[in-house]
T-cell receptor
Framework: EAGVTQFPSHSVIEKGQTVTLRCDPI?????LYWYRRVMGKEIKFLLH????????ESGMPNNRFLAERTGGTYSTLKVQPAELEDSGVYFC???????????FGNGTRLTVT | RKEVEQDPGPFNVPEGATVAFNCTYS??????FFWYRQDCRKEPKLLMS???SGNEDGRFTAQLNRASQYISLLIRDSKLSDSATYLC????????FGAGTTVTVRA
């Protein structure tokens, strides 16, 4: 079974540019989550999809962040325009059930200069 | 108050020692609990789920105390490969992570 895959693994962009992160969950997992870890801080929830619907987006920091999951399969997280404080590691995770464990992707390390 | 709090450590222990640490959570309605392990610059990986009666997986034992709202992890007979950051994760339909407890096992 393929795990959660994320692309790219690293991204270095300048302040003001746009970056789109992609996540492919485990096949059949309806629940897809985005998390972020900034330097020295704990992993923070960004949002949760159930299939193609946003179940909870309370963790999205501001309207520069846009997440989509068209068709309920893969998801994208766009940051536009990127700011310095957006630097961090963005993890995607999926689960089969709401109370089940999460399976994480390798993360995308985003550096905004 | 943070939703999930952990002692950051670090816990520096010799091989073969036992190490234990706790995690407290604020939402009494939380339904499920997990310990994840995160190695440096890697993604978190599920170590074990925590069940209400407590559970054991090899050298690892997890306990849940709902009355006091904490979970614990105990590692027996520590190995060098146990060195990692251990994340406490609480699921109240929005997984909340602790900041992690760092464990370093020395030869």
């Amino acid at each position: 079974e393929a795990g959660v895959t994320q692309f790219p693994s690293h991204s270095v962009i300048e302040k003001g540019q746009t970056v789109t992160l992609r996540c492919d969950p485990i096949s059949g997992h309806d629940n897809l989550y985005w998390y972020r870890r900034v330097m020295g801080k704990e992993i923070k929830f960004l949002l949760h999809f159930v299939k193609e619907s946003k179940q909870d987006e309370s963790g999205m920091p501001n309207n520069r962040f846009l997440a989509e999951r068209t068709g309920g399969t893969y998801s994208t997280l766009k940051v536009q325009p990127a700011e310095l404080e957006d630097s961090g590691v963005y993890f995607c995770a999926s689960s089969q059930s709401l109370d089940g464990p999460l399976h994480f992707g390798n993360g995308t390390r985003l550096t905004v200069t | 108050r943070k939703e999930v709090e952990q002692d950051p450590g670090p816990f520096n222990v010799p091989e073969g020692a036992t190490v234990a640490f706790n995690c407290t959570y604020s939402n009494s309605a939380s339904q499920s609990f997990f310990w994840y392990r995160q190695d440096c610059r890697k993604e978190p990986k599920l170590l074990m789920s925590v069940y209400s009666s407590g559970n054991e997986d090899g050298r690892f034992t997890a306990q849940l105390n709902r009355a006091s709202q904490y979970i614990s992890l105990l590692i027996r007979d520590s190995k060098l490969s146990d060195s990692a950051t251990y994340l406490c994760v609480v699921n109240d339909y929005k997984l909340s992570f602790g900041a992690g407890t760092t464990v370093t096992v020395r030869a």
